[in-house]
């Protein structure tokens, strides 16, 4: 496996392997890997010839008040999970080589982004999609492999992928979980061991959620309404919001007639945690 720190040398090797007719595949993240993201990788190596996954803590999608700075690294082991799974090249970039001093040009939505976590974290997606953007221009990819925890997120890449025309496949991959529910995040680390036995009220309330749909009721607000109850009762988690859209063009919905996506962000402590169902109807 090769390490990348330039978009030059990024370029070279795609350019290389599209003479060979090679597929090349794109895994997109901050870092800090884990289960999730393996696999991610798996697959990206399972249906590519070559996988480039990308390690960097992007700055522009962190609001004033969050966790950029803090936000856990480890890039050995990172690159050590990567090469294990299958990837080929781990692209590592400081932020000047990503962003010039003078750079002003940023991909906004003006849909899909004001549900959910657009809503707590009104500057996120737009520097999500710029990255994302500028990371599928370097990488050249044929595919790009995406986790539906975050579901808005998957949702938002595959707009910004058709609206712009980027000459890539979005693969959306399910969510993986801890053997006792907690959905795999960079940022469980941040939970003290009481921290994490409450988080494991996100999972709890998804489980109910879905198993009330599954049981028949259309009516979103009892759902909502059910699956916040059990968050409430958790004296260590405080809701940032538990909501559903339509799946995928996330615009509020209170009746499930069709695919909806079940969104729930929670503060563990301090520790934003988000999890999600996606009823496909
Ligand atoms: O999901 C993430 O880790 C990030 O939002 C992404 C897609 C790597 C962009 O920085």
Redesign the pocket.
Known sequence: MQIATTVSEVRQHVRAWKREGLIVGLV???GFLHEGHASLIERAAAECDRVVV?V?V?PT?FGPNEDFESYPRDFRADCALAESRGATLVFHPEPSEMYASDACTFVDMDGLTGQLCGKSRPTHFRG?CT??CKLMNIAGADRAY??QK?AQ?LAVVRRMVRDLNIDVEVVGCPIVREDDGLAKSSRNTYLSPEERTAALVLSRAVREGRALIEGGERDGERVLAAMRRTIEAEPLARIDYVDMVTWDSIEPVRRVDGPVLVALAVYVGTTRLIDNFIWEG
Do not use: A, E, L, Y
């Open positions: 997109p993240t901050m990308s960097f992007n999608q999500v990255v994302v995406f986790g975050d997120q």
